[in-house]
């Protein structure tokens, strides 16, 4: 059915919230006529700012204006609307599940998540990214949001311990006023925006991709379906790399490792656990039960090679400095030992960014 647009969205009741967000709601909603839709519409004035509804004006925009061959690959669109309220009726996925609950509850086995990566691969790299005219956005964005980090850093009393010259997992860290000097002087922050852009998905993560829950054979990995595109600071075109940066920083098991706490942290409460001041480590505790199905089986490297197979190989300082701008996002936004360990992700990566 093609998306209308309409003033209002048309007359549903609300059967279940899936997500009650900052600035939008994302909710199955029953029509007149019994059917189901998943709406996700702009709280307006209950809003906590007016960047979420940009956001979702883009998100509903971007539904709206993908090509016949690539509708197949998101939630199928029926409605916008962009007036009292923004926002978008989609399919709702019956009996679908995220592949972040596919991999934490080891579902799929090795094969199977390398069809389902295959298959995303090849779809994202050769059909979703086409070459975008979209003001480059992305080198402002990066450097407000690691100044952000910084500034976070300098006002905690617990993190501005890594403001000065630190060891993270045995690699020495400039001190990150000297790092974000030279980020900000650097070809390698130029290269975000003076490459080639592609649309992008924007928030490529396991948890945005739906597939059936159940077993559907053979062709089970290949019925995944996208939904939720751009990311919250808006970017929906840019490097291709954002795309396959995102991916991996979940499909590792960092992410969700990070999100759980599943991690193993040392050198804030014991500033010198090795005798040493200044030297902190963290990694992902492997021996947590929550960790065994990214330990288990590899969601990503199917995906890099075929990002390679495409674009040639990963240009690892612009790679580092999309896992700091991740990190650093979320520095701003966490608390306690998540937040310490993005602190920590955000130092190391500049590091690695700038060697
Ligand atoms: N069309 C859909 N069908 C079934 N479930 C959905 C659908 N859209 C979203 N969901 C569920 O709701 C969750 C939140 O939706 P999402 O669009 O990702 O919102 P958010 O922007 O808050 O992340 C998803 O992770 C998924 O579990
Ligand atoms: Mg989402």
């Known amino acids: 059915m093609p998306a209308s647009h309409l003033p209002s969205p048309c007359s549903a009741q609300e059967v279940q919230l899936l997500r009650d967000g900052y600035w939008d709601r994302t909710a199955i909603v029953a029509l007149d006529d019994g059917s189901k839709r998943v709406r996700k519409i702009s709280k307006g004035d209950l809003s906590a700012g007016p960047w979420g509804r940009d956001n979702l004006r883009a998100e509903a925009n971007y539904l709206a204006t993908l090509e016949s061959h690539l509708q197949d690959f998101f939630a199928p669109l029926f409605a916008t609307w962009d007036e009292a309220t923004t926002g978008y009726d ?17 579902l799929f086995n090795q094969d199977q998540a390398e069809a389902m990566q295959g298959y995303l691969g090849l779809r994202l790299f050769q059909q979703l990214h086409t070459s975008s005219t979209a003001k480059p956005i992305l080198v402002e964005n990066i450097k407000s949001t690691l100044k952000k980090a910084q500034l976070c850093l300098q006002e905690h009393a617990q993190l501005n311990c890594l403001l000065g010259q630190i060891q993270v997992n045995d690699l020495a ?31 490529l993560f396991l948890e945005n991709m739906l597939l059936p829950a159940n077993d559907t054979g053979a062709d089970w990995p290949h019925k995944l379906i996208l939904i939720d595109p751009i990311s919250v600071a808006g970017i929906g075109a840019g490097h291709p790399l954002f ?13 969700p490792a990070m999100r759980q706490q ?20 963290w990694a992902i ?3 947590d039960d929550a960790m ?11 995906m890099r090679e075929l990002y390679i197979q495409h674009y040639g190989p990963v240009d690892t300082a612009m790679y580092e400095l999309l896992q700091a701008y991740f990190a650093a996002a979320m520095v701003v936004c966490t608390q306690g030992r998540e937040q310490q360990a993005r602190a920590l992700k955000m130092r190391a990566s500049l590091q690695l960014a700038l060697r």
């Open 243 to 255: 795309d396959l940066g995102k991916y991996e920083s979940y499909a590792t098991g960092e992410l």
């Open 285 to 287: 505790d492997w021996h």
């Open 173 to 203: 860290v400039a001190p990150l006023q000297d790092q974000l000097q030279a980020i900000y002087n650097s070809q390698v922050l130029a290269n975000f925006d003076t490459s080639p852009q592609v649309r992008l998905h924007g928030d």
């Open 262 to 281: 599943r991690l193993v942290l040392q050198g804030f409460d014991e500033p010198s656990f090795d005798g040493t001041a200044n030297r902190y480590h």
């Open 292 to 302: 065994q199905g990214f330990k288990n089986i590899n969601w990503h490297s199917r």
């Open 90 to 106: 989609m399919g709702y996925m019956d009996g679908y599940v995220d592949v972040g609950q596919i991999a934490r509850q080891q």
